[in-house]
């Protein structure tokens, strides 16, 4: 098995999901007492937060890229940023790498296109939803184009996050308003539903949802795994 590095704590509500699905996964594969092998960077979130609020994203991608060296450094065979957003420091993280970085996108993508889903909704952060770094790749790369809610929507998606999922604050009403936002999607012709913040998933699930569910965090982990036992290098 190969050593999984992961760049976490941006939150570490979202990186305890990560740790605890790459365990059950290695889990079900392997049998026994088997488990993930993992070095895992558990960032303070609070500077990398007030970072991308300046949206300093060469200061977070000199944070990001001197945690990466190490973890490679450490034995790391493959790299996860355990969040969504932080992927706008991939291509700059991925350039110092000589170990494959399984960016969270791609692996998202091939989910969304094996079940021929078309017009996808981005549940995110506002970084992820109106930046250009995770949209263009899904569409430049692999063809996928997404919807995303309108501004009061996403105001809304990007306050539970930061000021309710990020500090373990689960809210009925919170949820309420996330299946509003994807009720007016669906009517608007949204055919599934992408978690694409770590969070997400901590506030609602597949079966809240009535459309196919894309959780990148699953997708991730499972893709971790899946390059772990593999024999590539």
């Known amino acids: 098995m190969k050593t999984i ?7 570490w509500e979202s990186t305890a999901t990560y740790y605890q699905l790459l365990n059950q996964i290695v889990r079900a594969r392997l049998g026994g007492l088997h488990s993930a092998d993992i070095l895992l960077r558990s960032f303070d979130f609070a ?8 949206e300093n994203w060469d200061g977070a991608a000199d944070l990001m890229v001197e945690a990466a060296l190490k973890l490679e450094k450490a034995g790391a065979a493959c ?34 296109q094996a079940r021929a889903s078309k017009s996808p909704l981005l549940l995110a952060t506002r970084f992820t939803m109106e930046k250009d770094f995770y949209k263009e790749r899904l569409s430049q790369r692999h063809g996928v184009e997404v919807l995303i809610p309108d501004e009061q929507e996403r105001a809304d998606v990007h306050r539970i996050i930061y000021d309710e999922l990020c500090q373990g604050i689960i809210s009925r009403q919170s949820k309420t308003r996330y299946l509003e936002i994807i009720e007016s999607a669906k009517a608007n012709g949204a055919d599934g539903v992408i978690f694409g913040c770590t969070e997400v998933g901590l506030l609602i699930s ?28």
């Not at 957003?85 to 969270?104: E, F, G, K, N, Y």
């Open 79 to 112: 790299l996860l940023i355990g969040t969504n957003t932080m992927h706008i420091c991939a291509d700059a993280v991925q350039a110092r790498l000589s170990i494959p970085l399984l960016h969270i996108a791609d692996v998202t993508a091939e989910s969304i």
């Open 5 to 11: 590095g992961i760049l976490g704590g941006m939150s």
């Open 206 to 233: 597949t079966n809240d949802v009535d459309m196919p569910v894309f959780n990148s965090t699953e997708l991730h982990a499972q893709a971790a795994v899946d390059y772990a036992l593999s024999k590539r290098s």
């Open 47 to 54: 500077p990398i937060a007030e970072l991308q609020s300046e």
